[in-house]
């Protein structure tokens, strides 16, 4: 199998740039982070001790039971800390074991604490304040970049590919500092022991940083794609589940299973070549960090013999290495290639963190595409006179969706919205809030350009019904006050009577405490949508924007509807989406786009007196003369 290849290789190349982000990131926990290093130290020395002590345990056991031909030597206590001479070998060797038995118990104290510790610092604090960090952001951004995202991915990457940023502070940086103060701690312990064994022992180490730096290089493009052919497996279950019906409706679940049966086999090959090549790497770097053991054996081994011969104390150190001391070195040596070892982990673990830190980069770095000078005068009381001056505007700018709108609604009017699907009708009303930015033209308000007005300001003086209106996981009431979450009961009560909801919310179990279902799937469409309209009542907004609210709301609903908002239409600038001829009759100026273009615009007499698209979608609704006939005859039968 190749090297799967990355859609983005490109970035591969920025490493440094990534790593001293995250450093930058890292470096506001510099205490946490030191304090994890002086556990770490603490818990090296106490090791360092306990080996220090084992030696000496050997040395004082091998002293107290001479071996015949060979002269006794005293073992070396350190810091001249050696026990008074009356006491008994007994003494002697319980003293040493009873230090050992100290040393041991508070080193796992230490390492509970140190779990725990690390644990409270990066899992509640790195993680989670990055994850509220892309949060925001994400509040930030706009349409366009949810457009070109899917859900899924922006969903992995603020779950799964923050927890990279956390494994880059555990796995990377305070493991390379512990890896860094551990193998010079074990160096000097070693050349204090002895210098030529320890230079001999530690001759193969350059061939693992080499194999280490390519397993990096090979490995590095097949953890980005890992992450993005994981992306496409979440979205294939994420439309699966939200697209439910489809599925089911068409008989589709063959397909779809085959669809994420591919995704997961995509992400299993790539994975096991990953795997395949940690499989080979390890064992290797094992095997570089062994070949130490064969020089330690027969070195280590000579020098111990060269000591047991010496005549005396001073010959034998001069001469080579104590059992116990050689045991000392050979714990040291196994715990400096143990650590050597971790290089290829570090290794690992920084390629998946530069992965995932590079994927939570982007959401940070993504521009804010909407956004207004900080110094904008607030929008104050607005009359809402709302002008579309030569407006052009494509999602792609060399493709525009509308072209040269020019129009105005005069405060406390209602203007009409008519036109095919596709024509543009819910573009031009997500101009208004800056859903997007015009191409070319303006939005005025009041005569204010909307690029010119605080954000929050503007959209705080819009209400908006969309076409497809979303609830969220929460009770009636709660939704119904999401605009304006300080509401009085009173205050819902109305707006919802007006948008002919009350009725069906008193009917529910819980009436207005009904809880609601991800996306209020536990409502009907209509329902749903009765709800959206008294959210955007209950904000009292100077501009409504209503994009074909009653829909799904049978006829005589509707009218219902439509006349309770006459009268909440009072005094505010609406822009309403519809087909219906009762509704279009009741608007101060009706606009029909044709394929983004104006096509016609004024009152529905004037549209009605000439020929053109108007008075073709009017006379479709028009019921004929054998319809009506038909309606006259029912009507007699009944009565
Ligand atoms: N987010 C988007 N990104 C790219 N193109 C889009 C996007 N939304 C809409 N379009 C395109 O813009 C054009 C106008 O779409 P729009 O939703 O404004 O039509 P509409 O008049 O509201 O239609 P309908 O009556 O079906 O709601 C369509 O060709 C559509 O494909
Ligand atoms: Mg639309």
């Known amino acids: ?197 320890t230079l001999a022992c530690l001759a193969t180490t350059p061939l693992l940083w080499f194999t280490t730096a390519r397993f990096s290089r090979r490995v590095r493009p097949a953890y980005n794609s890992n992450r993005e052919l994981f992306d496409d497996q979440v979205r294939v279950l994420s439309e699966n589940i939200q697209g439910a019906h489809v599925v089911k409706g068409f008989a589709r679940q063959q397909e779809q299973i085959a669809l994420f049966e591919k995704a997961s086999r995509l992400v299993r090959d790539q994975k096991r070549w990953i795997f395949r090549q940690i499989s080979v790497f390890q064992p290797l770097t094992g095997f570089f960090s062994q070949l130490n053991l064969v020089v330690l054996i027969a070195f280590g081994g000579y020098l111990v013999v060269c000591y047991e011969k010496a005549p005396d104390a001073a010959a034998a150190a001069a001469a080579g290495l104590s059992v116990g001391q050689l045991l000392v070195f050979a714990g040291l040596l196994q715990q400096f290639s143990g650590q050597v070892a971790n290089v290829s982990n570090i290794a690992d673990s920084m390629q998946q963190s530069l992965i995932g830190a590079q994927r939570v980069f982007e959401i940070l770095d993504a521009p804010v595409e909407i956004r207004t000078d900080p110094a904008a005068a607030p929008l104050p009381a607005i009359r809402g006179r709302v002008e579309f001056r030569n407006v052009t505007f494509g999602y792609k700018p060399e493709t525009p969706v509308l072209r040269n709108i020019s129009f105005c609604a005069e405060p406390g009017r209602c203007v009409a919205i008519l036109g095919a699907t596709g024509s543009g009708k819910s573009t031009l009303l997500s101009l208004i809030p800056r ?88 409502l009907s469409g209509g329902q749903r949508q009765r709800l959206a309209i008294a959210r955007a009542l209950l ?56 394929r983004g273009r104006i096509a016609q615009a ?34 007699n039968t009944a009565s």
């Open 1 to 197: 199998m190749t090297v799967p290849e990355s859609k983005n290789n490109g970035a591969q190349r920025a490493v440094w740039p990534l790593i001293r982000r995250l450093i930058a990131l890292v470096w506001v926990y510099r205490w946490g982070c030191l304090c994890v290093i002086a556990l770490q130290l603490a818990l090296l020395s106490l090791g360092m001790l306990g080996l220090g002590l084992t030696g000496l345990g050997v040395d004082t056991i091998r002293y107290h039971l001479p071996v015949a031909g060979t002269s006794a030597k005293p073992p070396l206590w350190p810091f001249g800390l050696s026990p008074p001479a009356a006491w008994s070998p007994i003494a002697n060797v319980a003293c040493v074991t009873v230090g050992l038995l100290a040393f041991a118990a508070l080193r796992s104290l230490l390492n509970a604490f140190y779990t725990v510790y690390v644990n409270h610092l990066l899992q509640g604090k790195v993680v989670v304040d990055l994850r509220s960090r892309v949060y925001r952001k994400l509040q930030r951004l706009s349409f366009r970049f949810f457009d070109a995202n899917a859900s899924g991915a922006i969903i992995n990457r603020v779950t799964g590919d923050v927890q990279a940023v956390r494994s880059f502070v555990d796995g990377v940086v305070v493991q390379i500092l512990i890896l860094a103060l551990s193998l010079a701690v074990y160096l000097v312990y070693m050349l204090r022991i002895h210098a030529v064994l």
């Open 435 to 522: 859903f997007y930015d015009v191409t070319s033209g303006a939005v005025l308000i009041d005569g204010r350009d909307v690029r010119n007005v605080p954000l929050d300001d503007l959209r705080g003086k819009v209400g908006i019904v969309f076409q497809e209106s979303f609830l969220f996981s929460n009770t009636i009431l709660a939704n119904i006050a999401f605009g304006h979450p300080e509401a009085t009961r009173e205050a819902v009560e109305r707006a919802a009577r007006i948008a002919a909801a009350h009725d069906f919310i008193v009917d529910m179990p819980d009436g207005y405490e009904t809880m609601l279902r991800e996306g209020g799937s536990n």
């Open 539 to 594: 904000l009292d907004p100077a501009i409504l924007l209503m994009d074909d609210p009653t829909a799904a709301i049978d006829p005589g609903t509707e009218s219902e509807i439509m006349q309770a908002m006459t009268s909440a239409m009072q005094g505010r600038t609406t822009f309403l989406v519809a087909h219906r001829l009762s509704t279009l009759r009741r608007a101060d100026l009706v606009v029909v786009l044709d």
């Open 602 to 635: 004024g009152t529905h007499d004037e549209l009605m007196r000439s020929f053109g698209h108007y008075r073709h979608a009017a006379a479709l609704q028009i019921p004929d003369r054998r319809s009506l006939l038909l309606l006259g005859e029912s009507e």
